[in-house]
């Protein structure tokens, strides 16, 4: 009696724990009888991170979307799941959700996780998971074959691709006219880059050259430092799907940051170490204490931006000049190219287990139609769309990103969408500071070279 | 004389040192919300209110408070609760292998509280349909908790003199009468730190709500203060600071109400 | 056993056998003991246990977060193990989590909490109040604000704390990264320590302070012969507890990512990054339980380093 008493009041206790609890939560999805519900996810959250894009789904593709679905006759509600988190989070979200059989019906991913989504069987081809529309979408036309082979694996498309961008040099006009350097400055070799360091240097300028390096940077030092310069260098991390180890091209970009960062006063080692160095490197450029700078368009539109940047620049269209990353020598870049660059871009697809997966790519379209990029991208919000047709209209205003579209993009390459390339990545950041700490040139590129075969599975898929 | 005298020098040094040591970090959260272009660096602020009202205009900003008050509270609640009618059976009946157990049971906690544990608890709460509710992760956040909680209180409860339960019983007070009347009383200072500890814990969790909860509606303070940065990962430090100091004001309101109602502190029970 | 576990019931079993119902005083019983033990225990059982167990399982797995290892992980055994005790990353970090587990819990915290502890323990009013309430705060303020707090505090260029010593320029994150990480998780944790160290003081009867000060005991020989006698359960429990803690802190990542080159890459990072970064989910199922496993002999250290003073 006194046992189930007191067993009755530790149930009544935590009933009430558990009511309080659940005051938050509410019901489930409602959608029966003929009304179809879909979901959209992005990383991408109303006064936060990415909020334009946010608020454009909820406030225009959304309405705009239910709108047309009801003149067709169809009943459908569009819900939009927002994230707001480091894409490493969002992606163990995803997979997590996706494993599961769960998550959004349209989903928002970086063209980077393609081929490990695909072979873990998280996201299908979308023919075979919408039907032929995928395949004679009439974006396709619109998209040049370069974007394209973002959303591409293994021959097959994934998803549709959402945008892409490009790298650059920044370099600040005030500081060059000092160190006595051209305004419309385009060097043609690395040396070029190093001797306006120099003359940076002795006019006074704190960081002559910032070229991201260190693991503190993460996918940072990656694309804004070791994989622009390898294409500069005449190499690719992943070729004919070997990995270059210790070649030529790597033990040259590790030469060129020994350069910048190895005791010559070009570049600040100390700020590539700090948890918080990209912010500073930021911050300092628009304080005008860094000379030049390889950085994508972000830089341009999120960073510097005078209105919504997080260091802005009220005189950046004056100030900001941007030039090509030189190959090591003319020619000498891949495909022979004098310059080089490398793009990246987001990819929007479908999650192979929706209920309702024709709606989900009506939908998916919908977003990446003409209407819709270019109402996404007015009011200072432009970005380069993956659509040829959009972006004539919309880049007219933009210098910078006209720039990239027409002289950058023609030239620029991609990472190997494969599982194991976020780990070959960090193997690379570590190689950067190894050279920079003192590590003699030419052992670095022998360390990572090890590393690399304990990650790819062995000396087989690994050429030197 | 003098002795005494350089004492209290001594004794008044050791203390300021020891209050700048904790006091200095906190300055910025007492200036940058107020300052209309915070940096690191602190600075007298210009007494903004700007940025207060970007916060106030936040879709989630404020809800994510009240869903992380919700979290907190429920697994405080549940914490509290089950580790003082485990911990007090623990302590006055010796049950077998009961320590190996707790240090058993204290040693798995820090597995589960690590990041190898996501995948498990994400798939275990999608099993028994607690996924994307508040409910599931209070009951995951308590299981973590409770047995460094119930390893806490025990040790409370094996000080405290066993003679007032005694005297309870031979007036007839049932055993639950006894933990409520006689045993909580004694030990509420120590029930009060595990409230606060809880919410502590539950207040700062970042990865698990994230991962068990889809919906931004019910998204604790913790996940949407992650949001607050710019798509390159670049700190929106204006805002940041200010919900920064936001979201601390309330874990720090419950402390003060959990210790001015309970004198909050390690007790350690009656003098003998 | 029992009683060589846990000190603090060295009293209760000292009186049990001798006194029937003294221990189980309310008169439980083994039956009613099991029912109050029982909702706890069901929870524990079914989120903790079982996953912990899963967890235990995973580092057998070569399973994967993304990629062909996702879709069908394979069990290897304990290649996983093999694979962390040749890997230099993780031996740094094995090495690195020591020092920061002695450095701010063993030492910073335990030190500072008991100093803060003893300081006020005869105090009443003001000072105990503003004393104990900034120790606390730094406690129970969101690990997520902290971390802005302390770059605050350290930043090389406009930190407060060059700013306060007038040396700009000085990087403490990256020239002292433990240092910074240890001072950051003695100022994030002492409390605790405080608030165990002051309860335990309170029980110190004051007579018998008294009397070893009429015999001429200096402060020091007060502490060893008196307090720490009457204290040495809670330094026992203290010890635990913190450095179990410590050691699955996550904290530092929030200030220093790991760096500089992964000198502060302390096993909590290590699992961070090969788990949630690399996606390496097995890899960093069997870390986490070797970290269990150190957990352990820490744990069977403390309890027979205190055993035998006593």
């Not at chain 3, 009613?32 to 995973?58: K, N």
């Amino acid at each position: 009696m006194v046992r189930n008493r007191s067993m009755g009041v530790v149930a009544v206790l935590a009933a009430s724990a558990l009511g309080l609890a659940a005051c938050g939560q509410s019901s489930g999805d409602g959608g029966e009888g003929g009304a179809i519900e879909l979901t959209i996810a992005q990383n991408a959250i109303a006064g936060g991170k990415n909020a334009a894009a946010a608020d454009h789904i909820a406030s225009w593709v959304i309405p705009k979307f239910e709108e047309a679905q009801k003149a067709k006759g169809k009943d459908v509600t569009v819900k939009f799941v927002p994230s707001g988190v480091d894409d490493e989070q969002y992606k163990t979200k995803l997979s997590l959700d996706l494993k599961s059989g769960k998550g959004a019906d349209v989903i928002d991913i970086d063209g980077i996780w393609a081929g490990e989504f695909a072979e873990a069987g998280y996201i299908k081809p979308l023919a075979e998971v919408a039907g032929p529309e995928a395949e004679s979408w009439e974006g396709w036309q619109q998209i040049p074959e370069a974007v394209q082979g973002l959303a591409t694996y293994n021959g097959k498309k994934y998803a549709l691709p959402v945008g892409t961008d490009g790298r650059v040099l920044y370099f600040n006009k005030t500081l060059f006219q000092k160190a006595g350097l051209p305004a419309d400055w385009q060097p043609v070799s690395w040396q070029e880059v190093l001797d306006a360091g120099e003359k940076l240097k002795s006019s006074g300028v704190p960081v002559p050259i910032q070229i991201n390096a260190g693991t503190a940077m993460g996918e940072a030092t990656t694309m804004q430092g070791v994989l622009p310069l390898l294409a500069g260098a005449g190499g690719e991390v992943q070729v004919d799907g070997k990995w270059t180890g210790a070649a030529q091209p790597l033990k040259d970009v590790l030469g060129l940051y020994q350069k910048v960062y190895g005791g010559s006063g070009l570049g600040d080692p100390k700020l590539q170490q700090e948890a918080k160095g990209r912010d500073k490197s930021f911050q300092q450029f628009a304080e005008g204490k860094v000379g030049i700078l390889l950085e994508g368009d972000y830089f341009w539109r999120g960073v510097v931006n005078p209105k919504t940047g997080v260091a802005p620049m009220a005189d950046r269209e004056e100030v900001v000049g941007y030039a090509k990353i030189p190959a090591i020598e003319p020619g000498k870049g891949i495909r022979g190219q004098d310059f080089v660059s490398m793009s990246g871009g987001a990819l929007r697809t479908l999650n192979p287990n929706s209920k309702h997966p024709k709606e989900a790519f009506e939908l998916l379209a919908f977003t990446l139609s003409a209407d819709a990029l270019k109402e996404e991208t007015k009011d200072g919000n432009v970005r380069i769309t993956p659509r040829t047709d959009v972006n004539k209209e919309i880049l007219a205003g933009e210098p910078l990103l006209t720039y990239i579209s027409d002289e950058v993009l023609p030239l620029t390459a991609y990472r190997p969408p494969v599982a194991v390339y976020p780990q070959v990545s960090v193997a690379l950041q570590e190689a950067t500071p190894a050279v920079a700490g003192g590590t003699a040139a030419d052992q670095a590129p022998a360390d990572y070279q090890k590393k690399l075969e304990g990650i790819v599975g062995g000396a087989a898929n690994v050429a030197s | 004389m003098t002795r005494f005298v350089a004492g209290r020098i001594g004794f008044y040094t050791l203390v300021a040192l020891l209050l700048a040591f904790f006091t200095i970090p906190l300055l910025w959260l007492a200036s940058a919300p107020f300052t209309s272009n915070p940096t690191y660096e602190v600075r007298v602020p210009d007494f903004t209110w700007e940025n207060f009202q970007i916060i106030l205009d936040h879709p989630y900003a404020l809800g994510s408070l009240v869903n992380s008050l919700i979290l907190a509270i429920g697994t405080a609640v549940l914490v509290v609760v089950m580790s003082a009618l485990a911990a007090y059976a623990l302590s006055r009946v010796r049950l077998p292998g009961r320590d190996a157990l707790l240090y058993a049971l204290l040693l798995l906690s820090s597995i589960i509280t690590g990041t190898a544990a996501m995948v498990p608890l994400f798939q275990l709460a999608i099993e028994l349909g607690l996924i994307d509710s508040h409910t599931g992760l209070i009951l995951i956040m308590t299981g973590g908790l409770l047995p460094a909680a119930i390893f806490m209180i025990k040790d409370f409860m094996d000080t405290t003199p066993k003679s007032y339960e005694e005297s309870a019983r031979v007036f007839g007070a049932s055993p639950l009468q006894i933990v409520r009347h006689v045993v909580v009383p004694v030990v509420r200072p120590g029930l009060a730190t595990i409230a606060v500890w809880t919410i502590a814990n539950v207040w700062g969790n970042f990865l698990m709500p994230y991962l068990l909860l889809s919906d931004v509606e019910k998204q604790p303070a913790a996940v949407i203060m992650y949001t607050l940065y710019t798509e390159g990962g670049q700190a929106n430090l204006k805002v940041l600071s200010t919900f920064g100091l936001l979201y601390s004001v309330p874990v720090v309101l419950m402390y003060l109400f959990v210790s001015k109602k309970y004198g909050f502190r390690f007790h350690g029970g009656i003098k003998r | 056993m029992a009683q060589q576990t846990s000190p603090p019931d060295t009293k209760a079993l000292d009186e049990s056998p001798a006194r029937g119902y003294s221990s189980d005083a309310a008169g439980l019983g083994r039956l009613r003991a099991g029912a109050f033990v029982a909702p706890a225990l069901a929870l524990i059982a079914v989120f903790l246990v079982f996953p912990a167990l899963w967890v235990i399982y995973l580092g057998l797995m070569n399973y994967r977060l993304t990629g062909i290892a996702a879709a069908e992980p394979q069990f290897v055994g304990l290649d996983n193990y093999l694979k962390a005790l040749s890997d230099p990353g993780f031996w740094n970090s094995t090495v690195l989590t020591f020092q920061f587990v002695l450095g701010s819990a063993v030492i910073g915290q335990v030190v500072l909490g008991f100093t803060l502890a003893w300081l006020m323990r005869n105090r009443r009013g003001t000072l105990k109040s503003v004393v104990e309430g900034v120790v606390i705060l730094a406690w129970i303020l969101p690990s997520a604000v902290v971390a802005f707090l302390w770059v605050a505090l350290l930043d090389r260029d406009s930190g407060t704390l060059n700013a306060l010593l007038g040396i700009p320029g000085f990087a403490w994150l990256l020239d002292y990264p433990m240092l910074s990480i240890i001072l950051f998780n003695t100022w994030r944790g002492t409390a605790f320590s405080m608030m165990l160290y002051g309860a335990a003081l309170g029980n110190v009867p004051p007579s018998h302070l008294e009397s070893a000060r009429l015999a001429g005991a200096s402060g020091w020989q007060q502490l060893r012969d008196v307090v720490f006698p009457h204290i040495r359960g809670h330094i026992l429990t203290n010890l635990l507890l913190i450095s179990l803690w410590t050691f699955n802190d996550f904290g530092p990542f929030l200030l220093t990512a790991g760096g500089p080159e992964n000198k502060t890459e302390i096993l909590a990072v290590y699992v961070y990054k090969t788990a949630l970064q690399a996606g390496d989910l097995g890899y960093g199922a069997a870390i986490s339980t070797i970290i269990l496993l150190i957990n352990l002999v820490v744990a069977i250290f403390y309890l027979r380093l205190l055993r035998r003073k006593g």
